[in-house]
C-alpha cells in the first residue's frame, strides 16, 4: 500500500518566498505559510481518490470560535474542486465535527512540479471549542476527476506532526506521516477567529500593605486549600487598610462582554471580623473600583462577582493586563490576625 501511497506524492526542493496573508480576523494558530520546500500527501474526496485526509495539530489556551481556516493545496492536473470539507478532531482523534460541502475561495501561489498550487480559504465559519489540543484540515471535494494534495512544511509546529487516514490509500487508522514518508512533516496552515472565554490565572502579586507570610502566587491558581496568607502589621495611616494585596493577570480578549471575578479568602476568627474589599483597576479612569465590600469570613468563602458595566475598561488596552485589589481594614483586634487567600482568578467572555 505504501508503493501506492507514492504515486500520489511529490518530494519538493525548491525555495520560495510568499507574502504574508493579510487579513482582518485574528490569528487562533500559525501553523505556518507554506514554506516552499517539504512534501505533499492526498487529502481530498471523490476526486481519482474516493477520501482520504491529512490532520494536524493546533493548542487553543482559551475556548475560541473558529471563524476561518487556510491551508495550501496542489490541484493536479487543473482540478476545480466543486466545495471544500472541515474536520476537526480532539487530541485522542475523536471527531468534534465535519463540515461537508462548504464554499471556499482560492488564490493561486505557484506551479509547483507543472501542477497549479493554491492557497484554500474557508471563512463565515463558527465552531466554538473548549481550550484543548485538536487535529484540524481542510480538503477540495472533486467530481470524480483529477487529484488534490495539501503541502506540507519541515518545520513542525504543536505537538505532533502530520496524520493521514485514507481507506483508498490503505490507512484506516490514523497514521503518522513519519510512518509513511520516514520524515516529518507539519502542514502549513492558519485558523482564524477569537476566543469567546478566557480563564486568567494570576501571573504575579505583591503585598503592599501587612507581612505576606507564605505561599507564592500558583497557591491562588485553585481552590485547593493552599494558601497565599498575610499576617496584620502596625498601620502607616489610619486610614489605610491594614493588610493589601494586588494581583495581576493577562487576558488576550480585547473587548470583554462580561469578567467574573472570583476570589476565596478567610480572615482569623475576632470578636469583630474586618472589612474585605475587593477592586479592580479601571485602566480608562486610572483607578480602582470597589466590586465587592462585606466583613472577612473566618472560614473559606468564595465571592463571585459579575462585571457586565464595561468590563473592557478593565483590560490593559493593547497589553491586556487585569488587576484587582483586596483590602482588609483595622478590626480594632488586640491580637495578631491574619488572612488567607485560596483562589483569586478571572473569567473574560467576549
Ligand atoms: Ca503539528
Ligand atoms: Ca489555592
Redesign the pocket.
Known amino acids: 500500500m505504501i508503493s501506492h501511497a507514492r504515486r500520489y506524492r511529490w518530494l519538493m526542493c525548491c525555495m520560495l518566498t510568499l507574502s504574508p496573508i493579510a487579513r482582518a480576523q485574528s490569528i487562533l494558530w500559525q501553523?505556518g505559510d507554506w514554506e516552499g520546500s517539504g512534501s505533499n500527501i492526498s487529502s481530498e474526496r471523490n476526486t481519482v481518490v474516493t477520501e482520504s485526509w491529512a490532520i494536524?495539530?493546533a493548542i487553543f489556551d482559551a475556548s475560541v470560535a473558529i471563524t476561518g481556516y487556510h491551508w495550501y493545496s496542489i490541484l493536479v492536473n487543473g482540478l476545480e474542486p466543486v466545495a471544500v470539507d472541515l474536520i476537526v478532531l480532539d487530541e485522542s482523534f475523536e471527531k468534534i465535527i465535519e463540515l461537508r460541502d462548504l464554499p471556499f475561495e482560492r488564490e493561486f501561489i505557484r506551479d509547483v512540479a507543472g501542477h497549479p498550487a493554491f492557497r484554500m480559504e474557508i471563512s463565515d465559519l463558527d465552531v466554538r471549542l473548549p481550550p484543548g489540543r485538536y487535529y484540524i484540515a481542510g480538503r477540495p471535494v472533486g467530481e470524480g476527476e483529477h487529484q488534490a494534495t495539501t503541502l506540507l512544511n519541515r518545520t513542525?509546529?504543536?505537538?505532533?506532526?502530520?496524520y493521514f487516514r485514507s481507506s483508498f490509500f490503505g490507512y484506516l487508522d490514523w497514521t503518522p506521516i513519519e510512518n509513511i514518508f520516514g520524515t516529518a512533516f507539519?502542514?502549513a496552515f492558519t485558523v482564524f477567529g477569537h476566543i469567546v472565554r478566557d480563564e486568567v490565572e494570576a501571573e504575579s502579586f505583591t503585598v503592599p500593605l501587612g507581612r505576606h507570610l507564605s505561599g507564592e502566587v500558583s497557591d491562588l491558581h485553585e481552590s485547593d486549600d493552599s494558601y497565599v496568607t498575610i499576617r496584620n502589621r502596625a498601620l502607616a495611616a489610619v486610614m489605610l487598610p491594614m493588610m493589601r494585596m494586588e494581583v495581576q493577570g493577562t487576558t488576550a480578549v480585547e473587548t470583554a462582554s462580561r469578567i467574573t471575578v472570583t476570589v476565596e479568602t478567610a480572615a482569623s476568627r475576632l470578636p469583630n471580623q474586618p472589612l474585605q474589599r475587593l477592586a479592580l483597576f479601571d485602566h480608562v479612569a486610572g483607578q480602582w473600583i470597589t466590586i465587592d465590600e462585606r466583613a472577612a469570613p473566618p472560614v473559606d468563602t468564595v465571592v463571585e462577582v459579575i462585571v457586565e458595566d464595561d468590563p473592557t475598561r478593565y483590560i490593559a488596552p493593547g497589553a491586556g493586563q487585569l488587576k484587582m485589589r483586596l483590602d482588609w481594614f483595622d478590626p480594632g483586634a488586640t491580637t495578631p490576625w491574619g488572612v488567607r487567600i485560596d483562589h483569586a482568578t478571572w473569567t473574560v467572555e467576549r
Not at 513542525?156 to 502530520?162: E, K, L, Q
Open positions: 501553523n494536524d495539530d513542525i509546529r504543536g505537538v505532533t506532526a502530520t507539519d502542514i
